[in-house]
């Protein structure tokens, strides 16, 4: 298992070097000096020229990316051109909310969905199954923003029940989970259909193995069959498929954000390309693309200790 | 998803394709839903009964049913039936563009992987891995950062998103008709190997291509609206159907049906797409289905 871990932390670093050379060209092609911005209006050509040696903007491109990722292992990410705040304070604020948002989502979503998936494929080929496998494609076909705005319309405007913009509070206050719900409810809704699908598939070819043939051939109950020898094999495949799924819930969450204007980093991201804000819009990929590559990794481990055959490799 | 659960085998299409195919009712109605809507969006100009940029204030915001205006009137009192067509006509050609451009890309590298398997197989799989591990949200954010929100920007991230997909379809697919006797009897003939791959890879490999364009084509077009609906892709006032449902979403309160009335036909066209891909994947190997 260790072989496996070290592997995929190799294939990781090309990967993220490769992400943090895409901040460096962004910050490259952008029509802006970021001296200029540094320094603020109303300095003097001498303070610019001096802001430019020290950022290092005089050397060549090759000691500039050097320079580049020395400032980025000590947290410099720059300041924002909109506002002057510095890139990484925004960030730091902003992850949180994020992550807040992807979990209550997973928390509900995952569940449902591998208790959906395994009801399809217990009662293959009935009306359940196709209620299943009708959901789940509707699931991978709705738009976010269209199911974030029905909730907004309907439980929202229309009954008054939660509110649908920003976020009321931390998750233990009642303001903040009030504030969440609808958001969790939209994000996790799209992720429902596919996690049942998968686990569908997963368990209908588990229940067609050899070991589950036995235990029911020794007389145990349907339910601990599926249980206990169906669903429990099966789940090494959808821990897989899910976290291969994790870049739509990612989609998802950028535009479930700025649908309910949640206070995450998928919403600083739109912001900051739409007005502009190209440091700000830089450290928001970075943070949401190194966010994305942990948790692959994250994913890869689960996977490894979900499945003994791993472990021994 | 599909990528992940593709075919690796997927045998030639045999004549009585559309019978098979619309076999099943739900698919029967994805495909004359699809056919319907190709042709609404190539014939847009035609059917439309106004220009998608002629605007009447009087009729702002004019619900569904109203005199003359059978689907309602937007913020700007454009008639939503000319922008509808319009918008469609534009998704589908992101869509369409993205889907050529990535698909066309990706194809080309996993027919090279494969067939050149010793020395390219292993480099291109790499950097298919790599852009694997980018979703396309991220694609689009970067690629809208460097070069400014917009339709291009969007093609552009669609295609790159695509782009490591089809090359591990076509390469998977490549794979095993590499084995089959009669690329040894072609190459045996001394045919140049872009001659075999043209002549007797690719042909092999379409239904593998074909099913996955399909399913893809809904993908894109979900992904495509998304990035528009953030504002990142089409710009008001184009037509498209994501940028619809972000311009009615300000209005929601007062006339949900601006926002209502794309973002179903979204729905609608992927749903159908992905229910065509589906029974298209059934209809052209039987075994797969579960």
């Keep these: 298992m260790l072989r496996y871990l070290i592997q995929r932390l190799l294939l990781a670093i090309p990967v993220m070097l490769g992400v943090l050379l895409i901040g460096f060209l962004l910050m490259q092609v952008v029509p802006t000096d970021p001296a200029t911005v540094r320094a603020g209006p109303s300095a003097t050509a001498e303070v610019v020229a001096e802001i430019r040696r020290d950022l290092g903007l005089d050397q060549p491109l090759t000691t500039q990316f050097g320079l580049y990722l020395w400032r ?21 604020a902003t992850i949180g909310p994020t992550l807040e948002l992807m979990l209550s989502s997973l928390v ?39 199911l974030g705005l029905i909730l907004i319309w309907f439980v929202g405007f229309k009954w008054q029940w939660l509110p649908f913009t920003g976020r009321g509070g931390p998750l233990w206050t009642l303001e903040g989970l009030q504030s ?54 099966a789940m090494v495949p959808v821990v897989t498929l899910i976290g291969l799924q994790i870049g739509f819930l990612l989609g998802g ?8 204007t949640w206070p995450g980093v998928g919403r600083l991201a739109v912001g900051a390309i739409t007005s502009s804000d190209f440091p700000m819009a830089q450290g928001t990929i970075i943070v949401l693309s190194l966010g994305f590559i942990i948790v692959n990794l994250i994913v890869d481990m689960l996977y490894a200790a979900l499945d003994p055959r791993m472990r021994a490799a | 998803m599909s990528a992940t659960t593709a075919p690796v085998i997927i045998a030639p299409p045999r004549p009585g394709l559309l019978r098979r195919l619309t076999r099943d009712p739900a698919a029967a109605a994805a495909l004359a839903f699809v056919v319907l809507v190709i042709l609404a969006a190539i014939f847009a100009p035609l059917l439309a009964p106004t220009d998608p940029f002629d605007n009447d204030l009087s009729s702002a915001m004019k619900p569904p ?20 067509l319009y918008g469609m006509r534009m998704s589908l050609l992101m869509g369409f563009a993205a889907v050529i451009l990535g698909g066309g890309i990706g194809a080309i590298l996993g027919f090279l992987a494969a067939f050149y398997q010793r020395w390219l197989d292993a480099p291109i799989m790499r950097l298919v891995d790599i852009m694997l591990s980018f979703p396309a949200i991220l694609f689009g954010l970067a690629i809208a950062a460097i070069l400014g929100p917009g339709i291009l920007a969007v093609v552009l991230a669609l295609s790159v998103a695509t782009v490591p ?27 140049s ?14 239904s593998a291509i074909f099913v996955f364009a399909t399913l893809r084509f809904g993908q894109v077009i979900l992904l495509g609206s998304a990035l528009s609906f953030l504002g990142l892709g089409a710009q008001p006032p184009i037509p498209e159907l994501g940028a619809m449902a972000s311009e009615g979403r300000t209005f929601l309160f007062f006339a949900p049906h601006i926002a209502v009335i794309p973002s179903v036909a979204i729905f609608l066209v992927v749903l159908a797409f992905n229910l065509l891909g589906d029974a298209l994947r059934d209809a052209l190997d039987p075994r797969l289905r579960v």
């Design chain 1, 108 to 146: 509900w979503s995952i569940p449902l969905g591998i208790l959906l998936g395994t009801l399809g494929a217990y009662y293959r080929g009935s009306l359940i199954d196709r209620g299943v496998m009708a959901i789940s494609v509707a699931g991978v076909s709705v738009p976010v923003f269209f």
């Design chain 2, 165 to 191: 997909l089809m090359a591990r379809i076509v390469r998977g697919s490549a794979l095993v008709v590499m084995r089959q006797d009669y690329i040894e009897a072609a190459r045996a003939t001394g045919m």
């Design chain 1, 72 to 92: 980025l292992a000590q947290g410099d990410l720059g300041v924002s051109i909109i506002n002057n705040v510095p890139v990484v304070q925004e960030l730091g």
């Design chain 2, 193 to 206: 190997d872009l001659r075999l791959i043209w002549r007797h890879l690719a042909p092999n490999c379409l």
């Design chain 2, 65 to 84: 049913g109203s005199e003359g205006l059978p689907l309602g009137a937007d913020a700007q009192g454009r008639d939503l039936i000319t922008r509808l």
């Design chain 1, 253 to 260: 969450a950028v535009v479930t954000e700025t649908v309910f």
């Design chain 1, 180 to 233: 969440i719900a609808l958001p969790a409810i939209t994000l996790g809704g799209v992720f429902v259909g596919p996690v049942a699908r998968m686990t569908r598939t997963a368990v209908l070819d588990v229940l067609s193995a050899d070991h589950v043939r036995t235990a029911r051939a020794k007389g145990l109950s349907e339910r601990l069959v599926v249980l206990r020898h169906a669903l429990r094999n």
